[in-house]
């Protein structure tokens, strides 16, 4: 699992934009205009997660403009650093302070690093493990195979 804090994503976010809209961004600016989201609320913090996908988190600011960052183009730019991820993000705003609201971002990464092999498949590289003579190899392949045919 890879655990990213709110500068990587910042970072990731500057990246993906400069090359969908081929403008560099000249910065990234946390909102907190959370006026319909006022029910989410908690002892002055607000949490945001995947399920709040419209949720505007940021304003990117060009030479000439400023466009809304919804928290579903968060994920989008995410996912198109790690392919074929699972991704947990988290915005946190903290209001105790005042109304300018503190902002924290967080992602949780994760793979399917172990893929469901057939038995078949498993022969074969219990197979190739014996010609590399991978003794440990051979071992887990060997104790997954038992697994599958018990």
């Given at each position: 699992?890879?655990?990213?804090?709110?500068?990587?994503?910042?970072?990731?976010?500057?990246?993906?934009?400069?090359?969908?809209?081929?403008?560099e961004?000249?910065?990234?600016?946390f909102?907190?205009?959370?006026?319909?989201?006022?029910?989410?609320?908690?002892?002055?913090?607000?949490?945001?997660?995947?399920?709040?996908?419209?949720?505007?988190?940021?304003?990117?600011?060009?030479?000439?403009?400023?466009?809304?960052?919804?928290?579903?183009?968060i994920?989008?730019?995410?996912?198109?650093?790690?392919?074929?991820?699972?991704?947990?993000l988290?915005?946190?705003?903290?209001?105790?302070?005042?109304?300018?609201?503190?902002?924290?971002?967080?992602?949780?990464?994760?793979?399917?690093?172990?893929?469901?092999?057939?038995?078949?498949?498993?022969?074969?590289?219990?197979?190739?493990?014996?010609?590399?003579?991978?003794?440990?190899?051979?071992?887990?392949?060997?104790?997954?195979?038992?697994?599958?045919?018990?």
């Amino acid at each position: 699992m890879i655990k990213l804090e709110t500068q990587d994503i910042v970072n990731i976010a500057k990246k993906q934009i400069a090359g969908i809209f081929k403008m560099e961004p000249l910065e990234l600016n946390f909102v907190n205009d959370f006026q319909g989201e006022k029910y989410l609320l908690t002892n002055d913090k607000l949490h945001l997660t995947n399920q709040h996908y419209w949720a505007k988190v940021m304003d990117c600011v060009f030479d000439n403009q400023i466009r809304p960052v919804l928290m579903c183009e968060i994920l989008y730019f995410l996912r198109n650093e790690f392919m074929e991820s699972d991704i947990k993000l988290h915005f946190s705003f903290d209001f105790t302070e005042g109304s300018e609201g503190a902002a924290a971002a967080s992602a949780e990464i994760s793979f399917n690093d172990s893929p469901e092999l057939q038995k078949s498949e498993i022969t074969e590289l219990i197979d190739f493990a014996l010609a590399l003579q991978d003794k440990q190899w051979f071992q887990e392949l060997t104790n997954k195979y038992r697994q599958l045919t018990a």
